[in-house]
T-cell receptor, first 113, second 114 residues
Framework: DGGITQSPKYLFRKEGQNVTLSCEQN?????MYWYRQDPGQGLRLIYY???????QKGDIAEGYSVSREKKESFPLTVTSAQKNPTAFYLC????????????FGQGTRLTVV | DQQVKQNSPSLSVQEGRISILNCDYT??????FLWYKKYPAEGPTFLIS?????DKNEDGRFTVFLNKSAKHLSLHIVPSQPGDSAVYFC?????????????FGTGTLLAVQP
């Protein structure tokens, strides 16, 4: 079954700790994206990557970092510099250019206490 | 600056009636528009899309209308079913190039009453 997998579904971390969210896809898509969802604010783009070893900042990249060493994987690290890290994080992939549907993972709910 | 806006945070309709979800955009360079449906604690799933060269696209119970002069699009669901209850996101993209990305609206929560 082709798809995009995010793990874990729920994640708890103490304030000040870095945490890495996993995103893996077996759809052979070149492009991958990280979005954040907060109540009343829709989906906001954090980082995106159109090709392996290349990525671009989205609208809210501060406090986050990514890597794209493999086509299948696009992990997101939430660093201690992110002021409000508690949110629902969504990973997506697509075949660029993005005039076709993007496939989303099931999301990771990160709670920082 | 919100380039894609969904001004109605919620909508309630009766089963069997029509649901109309609206979306406005400000960037005239957007050339592709998509609607996604999202259940709580899940990722969005693609519903229907429309290119800027068209003004209507239909897929079963779902129809999307695009009015480029007004920079407005709408999603019609008819007849509405209780299983349609979810958050609906409008998204837009500017085709081609390395910076192509999806811009999402804030979503509209649709509740279909049995």
């Amino acid at each position: 079954d082709g798809g995009i997998t995010q793990s874990p579904k729920y994640l708890f971390r103490k304030e000040g700790q870095n945490v890495t969210l996993s995103c893996e896809q077996n759809l052979n898509h070149d492009a991958m994206y990280w979005y954040r969802q907060d109540p009343g604010q829709g989906l906001r783009l954090i980082y995106y990557s159109q090709i392996v070893n290349d990525f671009q900042k989205g609208d809210i990249a501060e406090g986050y970092s990514v890597s794209r060493e493999k086509k299948e994987s696009f992990p997101l690290t939430v660093t201690s510099a992110q002021k409000n890290p508690t949110a629902f994080y969504l990973c997506a992939s697509s075949i660029p250019p993005l005039n076709t549907e993007a496939f989303f993972g099931q999301g990771t709910r990160l709670t920082v206490v | 600056d919100q380039q894609v806006k969904q001004n109605s945070p919620s909508l309630s309709v009766q089963e069997g009636r029509i649901s109309i979800l609206n979306c406005d955009y400000t960037n005239s360079m957007f050339d592709y528009f998509l609607w996604y449906k999202k259940y709580p604690a899940e990722g969005p799933t693609f519903l229907i899309s429309i290119s800027s060269i068209k003004d209507k696209n239909e897929d079963g119970r779902f129809t999307v209308f695009l009015n480029k002069s007004a920079k407005h699009l709408s999603l019609h669901i008819v007849p509405s079913q209780p299983g349609d209850s979810a958050v609906y996101f409008c998204a837009a993209s500017q085709g081609g190039g390395a910076t192509n990305k999806l811009i999402f609206g804030t979503g509209t929560l649709l509740a279909v009453q049995p």
